[in-house]
């Protein structure tokens, strides 16, 4: 990938974060939220990637929290 | 044929300046070169900024259905249409899930490749999973968090 092309993906992110704050106004409401939401913008702005340990973590608590939405009661 | 020969010379120009040498390191790494392939870490950010917003949003669904379906076994005034609402989150969850894990195979599979595509649709999909869940806050009133 060249400068070129890594300027338009920073673009991108920047775009990401924007949509994500714009999107979820109702939902982030407590501390925790707020320290995660904080950790992923530091962790776009800086340009730190995830190591590959971060990365797995999150797909795991991803794929954990998955599981445990499709468990909850959905009877009338 | 003059007409001929300009664009191609100018084509012939455009690649010498695109060629790559797999010997280069980009300027982003500490080299001086702007062309040099890099990693694709543009990918994996913007993945794990998604699956923060998904880690959010679901924390969030337990936190409504916590308040529509107590242990007490009470029905709160504002949940009459509980189940349809549920299931409507369920089934955008479903689809967030599955284009964060397609997301994920793609960027795994394609290190020097933008994952813009797959990671924008997972994107779409859990601000699609993000708008269900504000749809059942303001159905039902329930706190979300």
Known sequence: ?76 | MKRLLLPLLMSLALAACVTVNPNEKSVLQGGTSVTASISNPVGARELALVEQGYLLAGNAVKGFAAYCYPASGIRPPGCAQRGPIMRAIKSADRKAYAAIVAARAFVRNNPNVSAVSAVGAARSAVNDFIAALQNAQAQTGAPLS
């Open chain 1, 1 to 76: 990938m060249s400068i070129i092309a890594a300027i338009g993906g920073a673009a991108t992110v920047i775009s990401l974060v924007k949509d994500a704050v714009a999107a979820a106004p109702t939902v982030i409401k407590t501390a925790k939220d707020m320290l995660e939401l904080g950790k992923a913008f530091w962790t776009t702005l800086t340009g730190k990637e995830p190591t590959a340990e971060e990365a797995a973590d999150l797909s795991r608590r991803v794929d954990l929290l998955h599981a445990e939405v499709q468990a909850l009661p959905d009877h009338d």
